[in-house]
């Protein structure tokens, strides 16, 4: 699977093409701004979107969704929790298959209701729940410091070190990390209680 990243728009957001290299089927996530620069990658590749996925409802992250489902086709995935339009709803531990290629959707809720991350061949796409350096405010509409600590610990912290990870907004020192590397270095996920954490994001 290839990844295709693109900085879009004035919030350092990240939108996402996986592509299956070898049918050319591929998945938009988190399309908002800049579309232009979107439809000429989707049409540089010779790529066919199949879905569109937003790793939660927030408007910098879903705004593009109907203008790229009209342009492409593509249907449009969200969490079962989602507020927003969608065609089909996942869950936890639900696949995203596309050619040859499987993704597996991890509910990671605490900065949305309805956060999700992405995993597969070896990446993972951790939308507003992580960034390098940091992770997802929690003062919005169902934010929540404890079930933040509970995706960041009991999910994210369990899976593969060696995960290269992408995430929604380009808020860190570079745009790729590893999730090894932010289990090493991220204030966030330094071993401490939930107690503790709920008072570190004063929430």
Same mark, same amino acid.
Request: contains cysteine; glycine residues 10%; charged residues 25%.
């Given at each position: 699977?290839?990844?295709? @990243? ?5 919030? @350092?957001?990240?939108?996402?093409? %996986? ?8 998945? %938009? ?10 439809? @000429? ?46 065609d ?36 993972? %796409? ?15 509409? =169902? =934010?929540?410091?404890?079930e ?5 610990f ?27 590397? @932010? ?16 008072? %570190?994001?004063?929430?």
């Amino acid at each position: 699977m290839k990844v295709h @990243q693109l900085q879009v728009g004035n919030m @350092q957001n990240f939108t996402y093409i %996986l592509e299956d290299e070898t049918t050319g089927e591929a998945v %938009l996530v988190d399309p908002s701004w800049d579309l232009d620069a979107v439809e @000429q990658l989707i049409t540089r590749n010779n790529l066919k979107i199949k879905y569109i996925v937003n790793t939660h409802h927030h408007f910098d992250h879903t705004i593009g969704n109907e203008a790229m489902a009209k342009a492409t086709g593509a249907r449009i995935i969200q969490h079962e929790a989602s507020i927003l339009k969608h065609d089909i709803a996942v869950k936890d531990g639900d696949k995203i298959r596309f050619g040859g290629t499987e993704i597996t959707v991890f509910h990671t809720p605490g900065h949305s209701k309805d956060s999700i991350c992405l995993v597969g061949d070896g990446k993972i %796409l951790t939308g507003d729940t992580l960034f390098v350096g940091n992770c997802g405010r929690i003062d919005l509409p =169902g =934010g929540s410091a404890n079930e933040l600590y509970h995706s960041l610990f009991d999910v994210l912290a369990k899976l593969d070190n060696n995960l290269v990870m992408y995430s929604g907004h380009n808020y860190g020192t570079r745009p790729i990390s590893t999730l090894g590397e @932010q289990k090493e270095t991220n204030f966030v996920m330094e071993p401490r209680t939930e107690e503790e954490f709920v008072e %570190l994001l004063g929430g």
